[in-house]
C-alpha cells in the first residue's frame, strides 16, 4: 500500500476490535477486514494483499480486488488509513 | 484531616462533588473525612453510603456572603474543617470573596484567581484566545434587542446562541436565533454570545494548575454518548498530543490555579481544536482522571496543603467512564434530619 500508512496509536485485538487511540473511535473487522489490516501493517502492496485473500478464501480475484478498494476508501474514510 | 466539599447533586445534569470525593477518597494515602456542603435535602450526593461523613445545608452564595459565611462558620465550629473545594461555576466567585475570611478561621482553599475567572467568562475568551493565537469560534457579543437585529445580515447560520453562563442552541435561521436569544435572555440576562458553528466532535479535558503556569496533569477525553443536555454520558480518554499541548498552553497563559474543564470542537473540515469553553473547576467526569492514573483532585489537596506534587507525566489510554442512573432509598426520619434541622449523617 504504497504512500499509505497506518498510525501506530491505532491497536488491533485478536478479534478484529480496532481502537483508534488519538479520536477514542472503536470499529469491529471481520475475519477478512482483519487479515487485510494486518496484511496493510505489514507494508504488504495491493497484489499481495489480493493474492493472499484469494489463495486463503474461494472467492474471484476480480471480486476481491473490487471489495479491497472500497475497503481501502473506508479505512482512509475513517483515517485508519493516512498518507505517509 | 476534614475536608468539605460543595455540590453533590449528582441528577442528569451532574454537579462535580460526588465525583470530586470519590476521587480524594481513592487516594491509597488518604486519611480524613469528607463532609458534604449541599444547597438541597434532596441531592443524592447525601444519600450515598460511605461517601460523606456528614452533609449540612448552606445557603446560596447568591443570596448574599454573609449567610453562607455565619453557617461555615457554624459548620467549622462543629467540625474543624481543614479544607473547602467548592465545585460549581455559581459559586466561585462568593468563594474566592470569601477566601481570606476562611483562611483566617484556619480553612484552606485552592481557587482560581479572579484574573482566571474573568478570562474564562465567555465574553472575555475570544480576546484571550486572538491574543494568544488559540482557535476559537467568531463571537458577537449582544447586549440588546437592537444588536441582534443589527446583526442579521452578517449572520452565516447555522450559529449558536449562548448565555453568558449556561445553555447554548444551535440554530439554522434569523426566527430561530431571536427564539433562543429570548429563552435566555430571561433566564441568564445579557450578554448573549452569537458564536460561530463549528462541525465536529467534542473533545474535552479535565486539568488542574499550580497557579505557576504548569500543568500538574491533564487528561483528554471524548464523549461517546451525549445526552439532550448536552452532557456527557459515557467518555473514554485519548491519546493526542495536539490537545495535551494546547491545554498545557492555556493553563501557562492563563497561570491557572485549580482544577478545570477545557472543551473544545475538533473541526470535521481542518481538524483543528477550537476552544469552546473553560470552565473554572472540575468537571463532573473527574473520576475518569484518577481512573486513568492521574488523581487530580487529590493533588489538589495536596497543593491546598502547600505539598509539592509531581507532574503528571501520562495516563491510560481508552479509560471509558459509563454513568448510570441508580435509585437511592432512605426514609422520611433520615429525610427530616436534613429538610428540617439542615444536617444529617447518613
Given at each position: 500500500m504504497s504512500n499509505f500508512n497506518i498510525p501506530e496509536n491505532i491497536a488491533i485485538s485478536e478479534s478484529g476490535f480496532l481502537f483508534l487511540a488519538g479520536t477514542g473511535e472503536s470499529f469491529t473487522l471481520n475475519q477478512i477486514g482483519k487479515e487485510i489490516f494486518n496484511l496493510i501493517r505489514t507494508k504488504s502492496s495491493e497484489e499481495e494483499i489480493i493474492d493472499s485473500i484469494v489463495n486463503d478464501y474461494d472467492i474471484e480475484k476480480s471480486t476481491v480486488q473490487k471489495d479491497l478498494a472500497d475497503f481501502i476508501t473506508q479505512l482512509k474514510q475513517y483515517s485508519i488509513l493516512i498518507k505517509e | 484531616m476534614k475536608i468539605a466539599v460543595t455540590g453533590?447533586?449528582?441528577?442528569?445534569?451532574?454537579?462535580?462533588g460526588v465525583h470530586v470525593i470519590r476521587s480524594i477518597k481513592d487516594a491509597s494515602d488518604f486519611k480524613g473525612s469528607i463532609i458534604g456542603l449541599v444547597y438541597?435535602?434532596?441531592?443524592?450526593g447525601i444519600y450515598m453510603?460511605?461517601?460523606?461523613?456528614k452533609s449540612y445545608m448552606i445557603p446560596y452564595p447568591s443570596g448574599g456572603l454573609e449567610p453562607l459565611l455565619e453557617r461555615i462558620e457554624h459548620i467549622h465550629r462543629k467540625e474543624k474543617l481543614d479544607l473547602i473545594i467548592p465545585t460549581l461555576d455559581s459559586e466561585l466567585y462568593g468563594f474566592v470573596k470569601l477566601q481570606p475570611k476562611l483562611n483566617k478561621m484556619g480553612i484552606k482553599s485552592f481557587l482560581p484567581t479572579l484574573e482566571n475567572l474573568n478570562i474564562r467568562a465567555k465574553d472575555n475568551l475570544f480576546k484571550f484566545c486572538d491574543d494568544n493565537q488559540i482557535k476559537v469560534p467568531k463571537n458577537f457579543i449582544v447586549t440588546s434587542l437592537h444588536d441582534l437585529y443589527s446583526l442579521s445580515s452578517k449572520l452565516k447560520f447555522p450559529v449558536v446562541v449562548k448565555g453568558i453562563f449556561y445553555d447554548a442552541y444551535i440554530v439554522n435561521n434569523f426566527e430561530e436565533a431571536l427564539h433562543s436569544f429570548n429563552k435566555l435572555t430571561s433566564k441568564w440576562?445579557?450578554?448573549?454570545i452569537i458564536q460561530e458553528y463549528v462541525k465536529g466532535d467534542e473533545f474535552n479535558v479535565v486539568g488542574l494548575g499550580?497557579?505557576?503556569?504548569?500543568?500538574?496533569g491533564a487528561v483528554p477525553m471524548r464523549k461517546l454518548y451525549i445526552t439532550d443536555?448536552?452532557?456527557?454520558?459515557a467518555g473514554i480518554t485519548i491519546d493526542d498530543k495536539v490537545i495535551i499541548e494546547l491545554s498545557q498552553k492555556i493553563i501557562e497563559k492563563t497561570k491557572w490555579k485549580s482544577g478545570l474543564e477545557l472543551e473544545y470542537i475538533k473541526s470535521a473540515e481542518t481538524g483543528e481544536y477550537f476552544l469552546l469553553e473553560i470552565n473554572p473547576r472540575f468537571p463532573a467526569w473527574v473520576y475518569l482522571a484518577p481512573s486513568a492514573e492521574q488523581n487530580l483532585p487529590y493533588a489538589l489537596v495536596k497543593l491546598a496543603f502547600g505539598e509539592s506534587v509531581e507532574t503528571f507525566s501520562s495516563f491510560k489510554v481508552g479509560t471509558i467512564f459509563v454513568r448510570s442512573s441508580w435509585d437511592l432509598i432512605t426514609d422520611i426520619k433520615t429525610f427530616e434530619q436534613i429538610a428540617a434541622h439542615g444536617e444529617i449523617s447518613v
Open positions: - | 453533590l447533586n449528582a441528577t442528569d445534569n451532574p454537579a462535580p438541597d435535602s434532596l441531592d443524592p453510603k460511605d461517601l460523606v461523613a440576562g445579557y450578554p448573549i499550580d497557579g505557576t503556569g504548569r500543568t500538574v443536555k448536552g452532557k456527557g454520558w
